[in-house]
């Protein structure tokens, strides 16, 4: 079947988090299953126009007049990467803002006209989409538009984090020229707003999020960030797809970014790399203490309030025990980058490093026993794949794509793959964090076992693009 793709960013050409990284896989994915898939997106200033040849010209009636676009395309790995060419992105420097903490103040009226040249493509081209895939709030309107202009493609949104929901003031509604139906807006009635990723929720034939578990999160109050009563209303066509993770990039046998690679066979290569790991991150260097890592953004989506604050600042309290390592990697909210440098400056067993680094994200998610990650909530995560993946057994909350994609070693020894705490509170973490050390000291045969498992799970693209491949022939039948 014919597949378009609509996101704001795909992998290897533009990318701000895991959306791009979903695209850059997915895609591909499907493509080797037969399947004819093509991805579009905007063309943006710094992309690399090399290899790009012109595919389209057409214009899009919007902002008072006719807007003139174009499009350039280019192959990879047999998926044909489309960018919509307009000042709009080309003469941006970034995706949303100049950079992420200040958005562009027109992304309304952008992403508008991203949506609506959807349609344009497609009558230009005359590419007989069977499905259109819209990714998150910037594709929200694109189901409306096709209905619009008369093009029976089938339609499936999905929801990456429902918290970005993409909301603008009704002027920039006015500006598509188009009368956009009461329920693409939300708020009080004098205060009415455009909501984008509502438009895809109420308009898309079918909707997906990125897990099992965050798909019945979202339905509820507490994770449903005041649209869970519209995904209540659509729970028939609600569907949680679990992402996978790119396996060729993420791969202990082969890592380009150390050389002392591993496998579930042979983990000597692992405990090397933790040896020189613990080393250069002036940590010291002794095989009998576990070694944790956090990967990840410094905010408090990432269970750094618990971790820190509080009346029961735990990660104080765990490494005054001097029982376990942490190396902690990222940059975000400064409050909680100089609390955890004070405890850098109080306690030997913890390394600090605000960066972001693809190869201290390998080296140190390799050389790690296990991997902490109590988030407040995870749509689906990655790096609890990754750490799976290179048999670094995760310690999390149970919420998300981390309930899907991990076995509790306590409750399930032997299927067991990492362990998980149900509430977030620095007691609940401080109870996993203790779990995990003990099943380090008591249990290296268990341990052994765990990391072995954890390993062979198949968390590939193949498994997840079948999923979609299912889905989208329900659709397609209907046509």
Sequence with gaps: ????????????????????????????????KGEDVRVFMPMYSFIDRKGFRKSSSFSVEMLGGAEELSTVSKKVDGVEYVGLVHPYFTERKGIYGDTSFTPYPDNGERFMLFAASVAGYLKATGYDADIVHCHD????????????????????FTIHNLAYQGDFSRYDAVLSGLKMPEEFFSGAPDSRRLNMLKAGLEASDKITTVSPTYANEIQTGEFGCGLDWLLRDRKEDL??????MDTSEWDSKHDKFFDEHYSSRNLEGKAALKARVQKEYGLEVNPSIPLFSM????????????LLGGNHPVLDELLSKKDFQLIVIGTGDKHYEEKLLELQAKHSGISVNLIFSAKAAHEVEGASDFFLMPSRYEPCGLNQMYSLHYGTLPVAHKTGGLADTIIDITENPDKGTGFLFDSLSS????????????????????????????MTEDLSWDRSAGEYIALYNTLVRRK
């Design 239 to 244: 569907e949680g797809i679990l992402n996978g």
């Design 295 to 306: 990967i990840s953004r410094i905010a408090d989506q990432k269970g750094y309030a618990e």
């Design 137 to 156: 709030w910037t594709a929200g309107l694109v189901p409306f538009f096709l209905k619009e202009n008369g093009i029976k493609a089938k339609t499936v």
């Design 1 to 32: 079947m014919n597949i378009l793709m609509v996101s704001s960013e795909a992998v290897p050409f533009s990318k701000s988090g895991g959306l791009a990284d979903v695209l850059g896989s997915l895609s591909p994915a499907l493509k080797k």
């Design 427 to 454: 007691e609940a973490i401080e109870d996993g964090v203790n779990r995990a050390i003990q099943f380090y000291n008591e249990n290296k045969d268990g341990l052994g076992k765990a990391i072995r498992r954890a």
